[in-house]
């Protein structure tokens, strides 16, 4: 049977679709009532950075969520921003920017099919099952098409899943590789079976980075599902705001997101509070998916050794291991990582240049830098932590 042609819309509030739709090309596996593959593409979450002010008006992430319909039923839909910055997003093209409009042209505003503010890799071309190759076709196409009617210097796709940028390489945008550190679950049965597969000196340093966490005087507690409290969200936004002040000048989120996301994604938050006499002093929260637990905020309004490694690294991996996940993606950067278990993989991302000559330029560009993020991903590798050999110097 013939069919009608895709229709493309761009909407600007969440509000203008259905969230079963949406879901329905977001997270189809969770269609089962278990969990999304991860919660960061769902209704709820894109919802509550809208409903909170953490994107819209002022912030630099202007909604323009982009949908693809078949017979007048929705097949497919993207997270699509419109940018006046390129700040939040972990792939940079700050250099590209600037080299732009040092040749006179004017690189802001742009388009992002992203995650504000999540460098973790997913689904960015959401289509409903059945439909992936005319849904993903049709949202790149219209992306692309709607970057060329309003004349905007680029789009470009982050953190898309490897298979995403094979499709959005065929079909001509530019395709590049980052690196991050995520943590694999061999099937172990519990943290000493990790420690275990490292060699005697990264074990010892790690068990004696946790004892040092452990004596900072007080308790580390986690929390998820009906176990967290509003009270929680209060003490982890002083956290947030001390960590964002000193990175990013001002933090991308509103208080209001982590009191939304209390009442909309309880199930999918982990988060985890070190305690002493009877107040939290640090914090970190990670985010539940099927497979993979996602770091994302850390912050503390007291400093003690080690407290950071424990609450982010060591206490995901715990986490991890009882809940059978496979793995846990820590963020964006830091080698510091690669000593406590972490492994450097490739992400991936697609970039748009409306400019021909400047599309070609930074084409070139990405072509090394694939090549130079593949030595360094096999270089870091083999710095990793785990045995090399069948027996070890003795402890």
């Known amino acids: 049977m013939d069919h009608k042609p895709v229709e493309i819309r761009v909407l600007g509030s969440l509000s203008q679709i259905a969230a079963a739709d949406w879901d329905a090309c977001a997270c189809p596996e969770a269609s089962d009532g278990g969990r999304p593959l991860d919660p960061f593409t769902t209704y709820r979450f894109l919802s509550a950075l809208e409903q909170s002010g953490s994107v819209g008006p002022g912030t630099g992430w202007q909604p323009q969520y982009l949908t693809a319909s078949l017979d007048g039923a929705l097949i497919g839909c993207a997270p699509l921003y419109a940018k006046s910055h390129s700040q939040g997003e972990y792939i940079f093209d700050h250099n590209w920017g600037h080299a732009y409009e040092q040749a006179g042209g004017r690189y802001y505003p742009k388009l992002q099919i992203a995650v504000p503010f999540t460098p973790a890799t997913g689904r960015r071309l959401l289509v409903r ?34 298979e995403e940028a094979q499709i959005g390489t065929e079909m001509g945008l530019m395709p590049r590789v980052s690196q991050q550190f995520h943590w694999l679950n061999d099937g172990y049965a519990d943290f000493d079976g990790f420690l275990a ?19 900072f005087g007080g308790t580390i507690h986690s929390y998820t599902g009906e176990q967290l409290r509003p009270e929680h969200w209060d003490a982890f936004w002083a956290f947030y705001q001390d960590t964002g002040s000193r990175k990013w000048g001002t933090p ?49 309004l007291e400093h003690h050794p080690c407290l950071h490694f424990e609450l982010c690294y060591y206490q995901a991996i715990d986490f991890a291991i009882a809940n059978q996940l496979l793995r846990v993606e820590a963020g964006a950067q830091g080698e510091h990582k690669l000593a406590r278990g972490y492994l450097p993989v490739e992400t991936h991302s697609l970039h748009w240049i409306g400019d021909a000559g400047f599309a070609e330029a930074v084409g070139r560009y990405l072509e090394a830098e694939r090549a130079a993020v593949a030595e360094e991903v096999e270089v870091l590798t083999s710095y990793g932590p785990f045995r090399k050999a069948e027996v070890e110097e003795q402890e």
Not at 197 to 215: D, G, T, V, Y
């Open 197 to 215: 597969e490292l060699s005697s000196r990264k074990r010892k340093n790690i068990r004696k980075e946790r004892a040092q966490a452990q004596s």
């Open 252 to 300: 991308y989120l509103t208080r209001e997101f982590f009191s939304i996301i209390h009442e909309t994604m309880a199930d999918d938050l982990h988060l985890i509070l070190a305690e002493r006499d009877g107040y939290p002093v640090a914090g970190a929260l990670n985010f539940i998916g099927r497979e993979t637990l996602y770091g994302r905020y850390w912050g503390c």
């Open 129 to 162: 099952p059945g439909y992936e190759g005319i849904g993903q076709s049709a949202l790149v196409q219209g992306a692309v098409q709607l970057a060329g009617d309003n004349q905007v210097s680029s789009l470009h796709v982050t953190f898309c899943t490897s």
